[in-house]
């Protein structure tokens, strides 16, 4: 990896940070701080790191204590060969913040951060203040239903909002082959899915495309990262006994996830808000930054009775 896309050198572009490694739940995680005030704990998604944040953390650290974590198996994180099931990596998480003090943070989590965030809230609900899932609820039952085949005429250049093709779900059930496919090439899989999920992905420089490139590039990246989707049976499982959360919770929604927020997040919270980003796809930090982290704000500071 060049030395431009290491953790080193990528913190100097957020003023205030400072890079850190945390041994936890018997594993090791990379997380940068920043900022002041109550705690924000980010966590991001498939297929980026810590660095996915880098248009929003700032901002949010002029109100909040922001830590962004590269979630197990992901950036300067550990890639241990189990622990993928979501409860298991909210542990590590929760271990995180027993580490900082006392008392609870803010969670946001995006995409696989949401579901390792969700999970944080269902298993240890005394650390979670509010909570922000954008674009990632937890794996439920519904995802059996997702179809191996796309709809005629539904699979396309483009997204298609109401009947979406998510083949990437499925691919990385496979062990051991997308390693050997993608290792040192895993740059043209970045570009299909960013064209394929985001409105304009003209908003995904070709810097942040490098940095996620050098680090999925490598094989053990690859095989954990896919362990996120091959626990998603064991997932359900755990889903099964979580009860609904009582803390606050938030859903910020892309023009793709709209309608699975509007049906599930009743199912998983009893006191939430749901907001449309009507016009940004999945990669909401980089398409629509200013709008995503006003919400976010607004949300963590205003009173909730």
């Not at 027993?98 to 609870?104: F, I, N, S, T, Y």
């Not at 009893?270 to 709008?291: C, D, I, R, W």
């Amino acid at each position: 990896m060049q030395d431009i896309y290491k953790d080193e050198q990528l913190i100097k572009h957020w003023d205030g940070f400072t890079n850190h490694q945390a041994h936890v739940n018997g594993t090791q995680l990379h997380y940068v701080d920043g900022g002041h005030g109550p705690i924000l704990i980010c966590l991001p998604g498939w297929p980026q790191t810590w660095y996915s944040f880098h248009r929003v953390a700032p901002e949010l650290a002029k109100h909040f204590r922001v830590i962004v974590v590269d979630i197990r198996g992901m950036g300067s994180s550990a890639t241990p060969i189990s622990g993928y099931d979501k409860r298991t990596m909210a542990t590590d998480i929760y271990g995180l913040i027993r580490q900082l003090g006392p008392g609870k943070v803010n969670v946001i989590g995006h995409d696989i951060g949401g579901m390792v965030a969700s999970s944080l809230a269902f298993n240890y609900p005394d650390v979670v203040e509010r909570l922000i899932l954008a674009d990632g609820l937890h794996p439920d039952k519904g995802m059996m239903q997702m179809s191996l085949m796309p709809a005629p005429g539904t699979f396309q250049e483009k997204i298609d909002h109401q009947r979406p093709y998510t083949w990437w779900m499925g691919f990385n059930q496979v062990k051991a082959l997308p390693e050997k496919l993608l290792a040192g090439r895993y740059r043209y899989l970045l570009d299909w899915l960013f064209h394929y999920v985001m409105t304009d992905d003209s908003k995904m420089s070709a810097f942040e495309r490098e940095i996620y490139a050098a680090v999925y590039d490598q094989p053990d990246r690859i095989r954990a990262s896919n362990a996120w989707y091959q626990a998603f049976n064991e997932d359900i499982a755990h889903a099964a006994s979580y009860q609904p959360l009582n803390m606050p919770v938030l859903g910020i929604a892309s023009n793709v996830s709209y309608g699975y927020y509007q049906y599930s997040l009743p199912q998983i919270a009893e006191k939430y808000e749901l907001v449309q980003l009507a016009s940004t796809g999945h990669y909401m930090f980089e398409e629509n930054p200013v709008a995503v982290t006003t919400i976010i704000v607004d949300f963590l500071t205003k009173r909730i009775n």
